[in-house]
């Protein structure tokens, strides 16, 4: 396994390419990224909305649908090349070997199940249990996530919890057959503020409480600090910098995680620091994708595309000022 | 709003609807311009007392009271079952529905079936298939079908299927029993007949109605937990298509299923309702023509009732409001 | 004038729409230009009864007065009847002209009759409001409840069935869809601002009505309308099919219930109408629908 260091990756991603095909034009949401995802640690994929984290994460388990494509690259997992296999085997990894948690607790539920139906299924999907022992480890389940009145909230559809208790919902959903990486995409945007620390505090419970590898998408750099033990900066469909969270945070050389940085310090809403806006993903510039915003920009940026400097052990950064050859 | 509530207000609606269709019926029949005793001498000829034949009509009918008390009457009749004579046959209308409906039953019962089962899978599959040849060539298909006249589909299926190829009687044959393949051979022309028609827009219905629910969250979430398409689709997207399109085929009911029966009655000579009232709009029968008509508004009235309590049963998010 | 040329260039776009256009007016040419080339739709002629379409031939027995038996026959198509005779030996093309002429008219003049009472009793409804709403809704669910083709038969049946009288029952039986769909539209514009504005400066109820409500409805009202058309013809031609239409004009409905009787030998009857028929439908379904498609905000 191509991994950046000695470490054993679980899941090592290279070279991946997801392109849209729209009738205006090819949409490049996630254009040659790659990194590694090691056992037992929270990797953050941090970005601004449309830098791609979303199509990443989709991307992993196949869920891209058209006129989206994953063009090209390598999804290693268990020794397999999952975007090699056939679907059928697909079918047998998500969800029971990589989990997924979705942004919208309140549309990603089907609204007709139960949600007892509905985490029983994920269950029954990949193993071999009796009803009555599928039900009873979903209540457990529901208990493990602190959903109180698991017997009788089993029975219940989703527009009877709040926003909270559907996030928790999906998060039993996702361990249901103990996967060994987890995907959450956003899983707090879309609560109340009070609610969002109650599902990271769970989060980090559950951490503790299994040895999963949890790859967390997110656009607040304050849970990355909170959370993460490595981090991936992504803009424009692209990795700008990874490398440890202290690393990164405690030493941004991207211009682009600096101005992140900056704007969580100086705690104003928009990205003050950075100016311009978000590259329009069709019309891509040429050279490195952030140079019309980027304060320090020189006449390379405009023409090539930086390739990674490593500056630390894991510390990589993808701009010709550290080198970028 | 309460379950309970909702529907003692939909009952209610539907007992007012039914006051209105009955008063309807009474006001049309004052406004036509014969008066039933009219139209039955008429068709008597000669030869007949017709001042005894008028009064005993008109008494029958009670069109020599005030016009308030007629109307009790007839709203009084009609919900204690009588709903006239029938001179045509010299019979209470009652007893000529009790033997004529259920050929009508049947017919509809095996076409709905026929075009419920056909319908949706045909809508899911060209839903999966999305502009994909077969979807194009279904979509052309099914606007046919909802084009073509379905008296002269009838008559067509008859000219190939029992003019040319003898497989078929042209007509269809009363002596035989009715839970038999026989029978069900003898109505397989009618039933397609009836059935095309719904089978086309069933298929509309349920295909826009999986696509409007493929792209949902949802869908994506059942895909992330490693369920099998065939689950994704025939559970998850399914069961969320299915609420609208429940309701939309109950309340097809009235429309398609009454007009498209009356004829297809007609064309095959089943002897069902429709055929009753055609053959007692050319006797002048009129008790039974209006008998039929309200036939329709109630079954029609029933049906629209049973679509509003099945959403709420259907749709948890109504139930438990 | 500016909206409808953007919606004419929208609809251009939709093939079947205008295919379905050119079928229609190929029909109105014909119908309308139909006397002046064929001969009478009425006239009888029982020595050339029965002439199939050229290039068939038909056996058929006839009875032979001078031998007292009879003769089999095998009878041609000449191209003196392009489509045949029925078995009065009446001309089917003549016939079928005639057919589209009836059916335009009741598609047409129905549909409008319709349309107009829908759109009046529906902006009416959700204009005033309260009382007047309830009662109007409620009639319009009366009306809806008694299923269309079993009203209209018991109507012509104590009316009388000319054409005048079955087009005013298709068109006074037809209109409940379009109050429902002109009420719910009046209703999301009632608390516009515009409206609001034009209220507050004191215009008059009728002013509101006709200069701001319904104009901002036309294009839902056209659409419906188009697709109500088939409907208005299809029921015209099922009364006349099971022997209830006008029995003085040639009708689709009527030249089928004929044809339905000679099966056995002339098919061509019953086939040509039912052909007319289908199409008609059809070219008035394709246009609706494809001006539904155009007219969806932002459905491109």
Same mark, same amino acid.
């Given at each position: ?16 390419r ?12 996630v ?38 494509r994953?063009?090209?690259g ?14 059928? @085997?697909m ?13 919208? !607790? ?34 457990e ?36 057959? @103990? ?12 609560l ?7 599902i ?17 998408? *997110? ?31 405690k ?75 | ?67 308030? @008390? ?5 709203i ?18 009652m ?23 056909? %319908?949706i899978?045909? %809508?899911?599959? *060209? ?13 052309f ?70 696509l ?26 399914f ?24 004829i297809?009655?007609?064309i ?54 | ?25 190929f ?26 379409p ?13 031998? %007292? ?12 009847? !392009? ?15 005639? %057919? ?6 009741v ?32 009639? *319009? ?34 209109w ?5 769909l002109?009420? &719910?539209?009046?209703? &999301? ?29 036309l ?18 031609a ?36 039912g ?26």
């Amino acid at each position: 396994m191509d991994s950046e260091n000695g470490d054993k990756a679980i899941l090592s991603v290279s070279g991946l390419r997801t392109y849209f095909f729209t009738k205006n034009g090819t949409v490049k949401a996630v254009d040659d990224i790659s990194f590694d995802l090691r056992k037992g640690e929270i990797l953050c994929i941090v970005g601004e909305s449309g830098s791609g984290k979303t199509v990443t994460a989709l991307s992993l388990l196949r869920l891209i649908e058209p006129p989206g494509r994953i063009v090209e690259g390598k999804i290693m997992f268990e020794e397999k090349n999952l975007l090699d296999i056939p679907i059928s @085997e697909m079918q047998k990894i998500r969800g029971n070997r990589i989990a997924m948690i979705f942004q919208d !607790p309140h549309s990603s539920l089907n609204p007709v199940l139960t949600i007892g139906e509905q985490i029983t299924e994920a269950m029954t999907a990949h193993r071999n249990l009796a009803k009555s022992e599928a039900k009873a480890q979903t209540i457990e389940l529901l208990r493990l996530v602190e959903i109180p009145e698991p017997e009788r909230r089993f029975h219940e559809y989703p527009h009877q919890f709040s926003g909270g208790m559907k996030q928790r919902v999906m998060v039993a959903m996702a361990l249901a057959c @103990e996967p060994s990486v987890l995907i959450a995409d956003e899983p707090t945007t879309a609560l109340d503020l009070t609610i969002q620390a109650q599902i990271l505090d769970l989060f980090m419970e559950l951490r503790k409480k299994f040895s999963m590898s949890i790859i967390y998408i *997110t656009h607040d750099l304050g849970v990355v600090s909170e959370l993460a033990d490595r981090i991936a900066v992504m803009y424009g469909g692209r990795i700008m910098e990874k490398g440890r969270r202290d690393d990164v945070l405690k030493n941004p050389l991207h211009p682009y995680t600096r101005g992140l940085i900056d704007c969580l310090l100086s705690e104003s809403e928009k990205l003050a620091s950075i100016p311009g806006t978000i590259p329009n993903l069709i019309d891509l510039p040429e050279g490195c994708i952030f140079h019309p915003r980027c304060i320090s920009a020189m006449d390379i940026c405009r023409t090539e595309r930086p390739g990674s400097s490593k500056i630390e052990t894991e510390h990589y950064v993808y701009c010709f000022r550290y080198g970028g050859r | 709003m309460s379950l309970r509530t909702y529907i003692a207000k939909r009952l209610l609606h539907a007992v007012l609807i039914a006051w209105g269709v009955m008063t309807a019926a009474f006001f049309l029949m004052r406004l036509g311009p014969n008066s039933p005793a009219d139209k039955y001498i008429a068709s008597l000829g000669a030869g007949h007392n017709v001042t005894a034949v008028v009064a005993a009509i008109e008494s029958r009918y009670g069109i020599d009271k005030p016009l308030h @008390e007629q109307y009790f009457n007839y709203i009084a009749s009609l919900l204690q079952g009588d709903w006239g004579w029938s001179f045509g046959t010299s019979m209470p209308v009652m007893e000529l529905i009790k033997t004529h409906w259920i050929y009508s039953f049947q017919l509809v019962l095996l076409s709905s079936i026929f075009a419920i089962v056909l %319908g949706i899978s045909l %809508g899911m599959f *060209t839903a999966v298939k999305k502009n994909s040849r077969a979807d194009h060539i279904a979509a052309f298909f099914s606007f046919a079908g909802i084009s073509i006249p379905h008296f002269w589909l009838g008559i067509m299926l008859i000219l190939i299927f029992s003019v040319k190829f003898g497989w078929f009687k042209t007509y269809y044959d009363t002596s035989l029993p009715m839970l038999s393949l026989e029978n069900l051979h003898a109505l397989t022309l009618p039933v397609f007949t009836l059935g095309t028609g719904m089978v086309a827009g069933y298929s509309r219905y349920v295909r826009s109605a999986m696509l409007e629910n493929m792209g949902k969250d949802f869908v994506r979430t059942a895909r992330a937990k490693g369920l099998p398409e065939r689950t994704v689709i025939g559970k998850h997207v399914f069961r969320n298509a299915m609420l609208p399109v429940i309701t939309i085929i109950m309340l097809d009911m009235s429309g398609i299923v009454f007009g498209g029966a009356y004829i297809t009655e007609v064309i095959f000579g089943i002897p069902g309702l429709g055929w009753m009232s055609l053959k007692a709009v050319f006797a002048d029968d009129y008790s039974v023509v209006m008998a039929v008509t309200l036939i329709g508004a109630f079954v029609t009235l029933l049906f629209n009732l049973l679509a509003d309590i099945a959403y709420i049963y259907l749709d948890p998010r109504i139930r438990y409001e | 004038m500016r909206l409808a040329a953007y919606y004419w260039e929208r609809t251009k776009r939709q093939r079947p729409a205008m295919a379905g256009l050119a079928f229609i007016i190929f029909l109105i040419i014909l119908a309308v230009s139909g006397p002046f080339f064929t001969v009478s739709p009425t006239q009888v002629n029982f020595d050339e009864k029965n002439i199939p379409p050229p290039g068939f031939t038909l056996e058929q027995s006839i009875y032979n007065a001078s031998s %007292g038996g009879f003769v089999t026959t095998v009878q041609r198509g000449t191209w003196e009847h !392009p489509l045949g005779t029925d078995g009065m030996g009446r001309d089917m093309l003549a016939m079928l002209i005639s %057919g589209a002429r009836v059916s335009l008219l009741v598609g047409l003049l129905a549909t409008g009759i319709a349309i107009i009472i829908g759109a009046l009793i529906g902006i009416t409804s959700a204009y005033f409001g309260g009382a007047m709403d309830s009662v109007l809704m409620r009639a *319009t669910d009366i009306f809806m409840t008694f299923p269309f083709l079993l009203l209209l038969i018991l109507i012509v049946y104590l009316f009388g069935s000319s054409l005048t009288l079955i087009i005013m029952a298709i068109g006074l039986t037809g209109w409940t869809g379009t109050a429902r769909l002109v009420r &719910s539209e009046t209703l &999301s514009l009632r608390t516009r601002e515009f409206i609001m504005a034009s209220k507050a400066l004191g215009a008059s109820h009728l002013r509101i009505i006709f200069y701001h409500l319904l104009p901002n409805t036309l294009s839902s009202i056209i659409v419906l309308a188009t697709l109500s058309i088939p409907g208005a013809i299809l029921a015209e031609a099922a009364l006349s099919f099971i022997g209830l239409g006008d029995p003085q004009v040639a009708s689709w409905g009527n030249i089928l219930n004929a044809g339905q009787g000679s099966l056995q030998t002339a098919w061509w009857v019953a086939v040509e109408p039912g052909m007319m028929l289908f199409f008609t439908v059809l070219a008035f379904n394709f246009m609706g629908e494809g001006m539904r498609e155009a007219f969806e905000p932002g459905g491109d």
